[in-house]
């Protein structure tokens, strides 16, 4: 009876360790997943170094997709949840809605939905806003980009404003096709993640 005793407190205390550590799953596109380098140098790995340099003992899943989109990331989501049970979300969806031209308020919608469904499981959310060039017009990138501080703010989110601010557009932080961040900009992308979801660790 001592030795199953003994056992079970054992158990339980490395249960008790992993809840407490909890997991963080990052749902984002091509950005996230690193596209055109080695995923062990993206900005989500260099989340985990960080984390673990800072004493948290937290799990980093990336379950990021070059190419998806806000509604591929909806459809994704519960599936992702039950497997993973995360205490926080990062949300790093929309640039690829954007690039297609699709209406901002469906972006919204699908974005609102995984905040939803997140938090009904008990995470955090943290929402990534982004941007769109310039040459997509004044008022579509107006209301791309509008999508994320409405959506923060009816939702009471912690907002990163724009995810790529000090890498898109800034020369030799963008690979060549001008799209996704180059090697030298990922531990900026992750400077302007980190004091916002620091604080909800």
Partial sequence: M??????????????????MAGTVLVVGD???AAFGLDTRVGWVALLEKRLADEGFDHRVVNA???????AGGLARLPALLAQHRPQWVIL????????????????????????????????????LGMQLPPNYGARYTGA?????????????????????????GVDGMMQA???????????????????????LL
């Fill in 92 to 127: 790093e969806l929309g640039g690829n809605d954007g690039l297609r031209g699709q209406p901002p308020a469906q972006l919204q919608q699908n974005l609102a939905s995984m905040v939803d469904q997140s938090r009904a499981v008990g995470a955090e959310v943290v929402l």
């Fill in 177 to 199: 096709d001008g799209l996704h961040p180059a090697l030298g900009a990922q531990p900026r992308l992750l400077d302007n993640v980190w004091p916002t979801l620091k604080p």
């Fill in 30 to 32: 091509s950005i996230s």
């Fill in 64 to 70: 990021s997709i070059s190419g998806d989109t806000s």
């Fill in 144 to 168: 791309f980009a509008q999508v994320f501080s409405t959506l923060a703010e009816e939702k009471k989110l912690p907002l990163v404003p724009f995810f790529l601010d000090g890498v898109g």
């Fill in 2 to 19: 001592r030795t199953w005793w003994v056992g079970g407190a054992v158990a339980l205390m490395l249960w008790a360790q992993g809840a």
